[in-house]
C-alpha cells in the first residue's frame, strides 16, 4: 500500500484538494487529491522544479 504524504498547508476539511507526494519502490509519485486515481511518476528533478516555480509566487510565472 502507497503511503501518501499531504502538505501541512491543507486543511482537512472538505474542499480543501491539494497535491499529495508519495515514494514507493524507488519512485516518486504525484497526485491531486480530489483525482486519487490518477497518479504522475516524476522525477526528483521535475518535482524540484515544480516546487521552484510554484515557490517563485505568480509574478515571477507571468514573465
Known amino acids: ?3 501518501w ?5 491543507s486543511g482537512g476539511a472538505a474542499g480543501n484538494e ?4 508519495a515514494y514507493t ?3 516518486l509519485l504525484l ?3 480530489d483525482a486519487p486515481t490518477r497518479i504522475l511518476p516524476v522525477t526528483a528533478t521535475s518535482l524540484a522544479g ?5 515557490g517563485a509566487g505568480p ?5
Open 5 to 9: 504524504q499531504k502538505s501541512t498547508y
Open 18 to 21: 491539494c497535491v499529495e507526494l
Open 31 to 33: 497526485r491531486e487529491s
Open 1 to 3: 500500500m502507497i503511503q
Open 50 to 54: 515544480l516546487l521552484r516555480h510554484l
Open 59 to 63: 509574478r515571477s510565472r507571468m514573465r
Open 25 to 27: 519502490k524507488g519512485e
